[in-house]
């Protein structure tokens, strides 16, 4: 980290911790540079981006503010307790979401897409223009089924920060977290077996439990510390559970990061049971607090938990470049791996390998985190201002996704359609459960919030659930 | 077609058909000009591409003739009826094989990799590259889980030449064949299922339905006509079979299109027992002979047929780009993609899509053909000339590979272990099928057939083989 970045995380945990409160004024350029011996243009960086990242507020010629509380909207309440393991169901409603490609008139709310217009990324594209020109067997032939060796270490680098420590030789390189997933998933268990998930949960998880023939058992899971350890223990007390399938850090679609100590004494429970772990980790990187929260994975010592990941929200996702850590399940991963597409693309993985290790990830999630913390605070406010009194919505500690919570009987594959001729498309809760539940619950992105017409497509929203509440009286 | 192209095909043909016996004098330029009203240097490009084709000798100051005939090994014998349905194994032996990477010291005559060095191949990196610097949402974002449409248009055109008409929305881009087969077997099949299949076959295809927990019938199958068409019968008369899974033009590994009657009379078989095909049209487009074969799926009537292929062999594997045309399995398969993959990558599909709208494409296949053509001749004169009397070899009507058959008792795995030494590598017979037959087979790759160390290399499997022949005694 940097100079500013020290100073910057330091005042930023001053504020949360309520050093200084809403609405008081914060030390000066000048004073700051004296106290912690850096130069004035350290401490303005430094401001800037407490700023980005909604933490001050610069009011002219008076300096910098700590902005007053935002009301914001009630946390969605804990999920309900699953009662049995089901057949997944809700395809229809994925294809619908999943069939329009983006970039047409719709404005896609409901779809999980970073934005992908960031400078930062210019890097990467110019290693793959350059690359794709080289016609070189690198490039252009079957690589190892394992994946680039190149970025397989880049991969191993990454990890660091979350706690683990993988060699190259234990990640498999695959065609986004989608296939590292289906892989594990596969790799564990068979048809028939019974997976326990986080609830509501990736709705590609849910559909691949529904393709090979698994029975999901959702569990009771909280908006702020994740699945119940309570639940899952009675759970594997009575079910011949094979995995437990979870998003832990800035789950999709909640947000919340599971606490250190819960991850733990999940493992040690999936240890005492001796089940598999699937974790997925595909936000973790964007955590908006640094350093990023650990893995599950960086606690395994068994070789129990296969870490599932790609650069699809971080980068891009139509890059499709995502890896697997399978841990002990390492032959069976990648037999499956072979089976499902040979290998991945070649160009992608060789420019990603020399976009990482040229020292520009880093940077690019910086960036990425700080919009999109940002992105949350409008997306809330405008929930509060434009949703109907009483709605609730989750506070995610990463990510670019929020989830809002509407009064009971209230249906969102309603309101999709009701949006249609006004060209905004939200997902319906219904498809993060594998049993159809969250009918009353929506799911919208906020990775450009600043872009032309969100937020307009934002009140749009709102003003249709009003109108459905009002139908339904 | 060209003038030149017309009449070398009409010449070609006689000569194939025995008007011009070998050894005789072809007619000279000047005649063959005015017989067929075109101009000199026409009738010259025919020549140089029957040369190239290995059709017709130059003689300086004679002019053109008629090849001795090239003593050519015997066939391979046709493959032994499958006793019953089995479990796939020999997974060892592929990850070997695949989790090299090429470009190494190694010369990998084992694997089905294209030559990737054709100038004709220009155009689509430049479109790689040019589309990449872009930034555009079509380029780096999600797009549709049935893929580009542009590229979907394109290939809908492309089958018409094999006598299909698909619309593109009947059309899913996949991540490689690899991908396409592996939906395609799970969209028709359970868990437990048999599945029926040409034997020696291609080993990604085993995998899966070892992977899948699926059984393969291996059939009797003729290195010129493919198939048995009783042995099928008899199978589908005595085993609940789901599937029938081929590779009939230009099989991979014995290189025999299967005559069109045949493949009628499969089809209908097919409908008979109500069983869906398989069908595998990666090294369709790379006949020798122009037109291209008809594919089983130009006859289907009922959508019965899943015709899957890929651009891996005709243009690049690192790619990955292939597709599948399920017929009435769409759904299936599109839920089935969705699970592995999610989507495939987005800017080789659009590239590819230019490439080929571009009219990129035919010219690229026309060099390739001539070329693996060639490739044929010179790899069977050097099985002729280095390998023991008796060896039988393929001789295959499109593609680039050819299968070897040596001695009962033969081990090429022993083989390859012999040859790591020498740097070389071949791919053994064993894991072209279910149940570890064709020991005593090896499958070679005359892709690039003038490269250096290409003749060296099979040079030396020929004294490999000799040694180990031998030691047997
Ligand atoms: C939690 C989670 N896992 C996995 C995926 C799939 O990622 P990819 O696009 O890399 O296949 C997504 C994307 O929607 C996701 O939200
Ligand atoms: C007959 C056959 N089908 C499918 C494949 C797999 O093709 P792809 O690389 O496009 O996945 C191959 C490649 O080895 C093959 O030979």
Redesign the pocket.
């Known amino acids: 980290m940097t100079l500013y970045m020290n100073l910057a995380e330091l005042l930023g945990t001053r504020i949360e911790q309520g050093l200084y409160r809403p609405g008081d004024r914060l030390p000066s350029v000048r004073a700051l540079s004296q106290e912690h011996g850096v130069s004035l243009s350290t401490v303005q960086q430094a401001y800037r981006q407490l700023e980005d990242d909604g933490l001050v507020e610069p009011r002219p010629k008076s300096g910098y503010f700590v902005p007053q509380a935002r009301q914001r909207p009630a946390l969605p309440m804990v999920s309900r307790a699953a009662q049995r393991p089901v057949e997944v169901s809700q395809w229809d409603q994925v294809l619908e979401l999943i069939s329009t490609p983006p970039g047409g008139e719709l404005v896609q709310l409901g779809r999980g897409i970073p934005d992908i217009g960031a400078p930062t990324l210019k890097p990467l594209l110019r290693s793959l223009s350059r690359l794709s020109r080289r016609q070189g067997i690198r490039e252009l032939s079957?690589g190892s089924v394992l994946g680039d060796p190149g970025l397989r270490e880049q991969v191993s680098r990454l990890v660091l920060d979350s706690g683990c420590q993988i060699p190259p030789e234990d990640i498999v390189i695959t065609t986004g977290c989608h296939e590292a997933l289906s892989t594990a998933i596969r790799a564990v268990c068979e048809p028939g077996d019974i997976v326990a998930v986080d609830s509501p949960s990736f709705h590609g998880v849910m559909q691949a439990l529904k393709g090979f023939g698994m029975k999901a058992l959702e569990l009771p899971t909280d908006p702020v510390s994740g699945i119940s350890l309570e639940a899952l223990e009675l759970a594997l007390e009575q079910w011949p559970i094979k995995a437990i399938q979870l998003t832990p850090s800035c789950n999709n679609p909640l947000g919340y990061i599971m606490p250190e100590a819960n991850k733990r004494a999940l493992l040690t429970l999936a240890q005492r049971y001796d089940v598999a772990i699937i974790e997925d980790d595909i936000y973790g990187e964007l955590a908006y607090k640094y350093p990023r929260p650990r893995t599950i994975k960086s606690f395994d010592e068994d070789g129990r938990v296969l870490l599932c990941s790609s650069f699809s929200k971080t980068l891009a996702p139509g890059l499709r470049i995502g890896w697997i850590a399978p841990g002990r399940y390492l032959q069976r991963v990648l037999h499956m791996k072979y089976m499902s597409?040979?290998?991945s693309a070649q160009l992608p993985q060789l420019a990603l390998a020399e976009f990482i290790a040229g020292g520009h990830y880093e940077p690019h999630l910086r960036r990425m985190r700080s919009q999109y913390a940002r992105g949350r605070e409008l997306m809330t406010d405008w929930v509060s201002q434009y949703f109907p009194p009483g709605t609730r919505a989750s506070q995610p500690q990463g990510g670019f996704m929020l989830w809002v919570e509407l009064e009971a009987g209230f249906d969102s594959q309603r309101l999709n359609r009701q949006l249609l001729p006004h060209k905004v498309q939200i997902a319906p809760g219904s498809i993060f459960s594998a049993a159809g539940k969250y009918r009353n619950c929506l799911r919208m992105n906020f990775a450009t919030p600043q872009a032309a017409g969100i937020e307009q497509a934002v009140r749009r929203v709102g003003e249709s659930i009003a109108e459905l509440q009002a139908e339904q009286g």
Do not use: L
Request: net charge neutral; charged share 0%.
């Open positions: 079957y597409t040979g290998m």
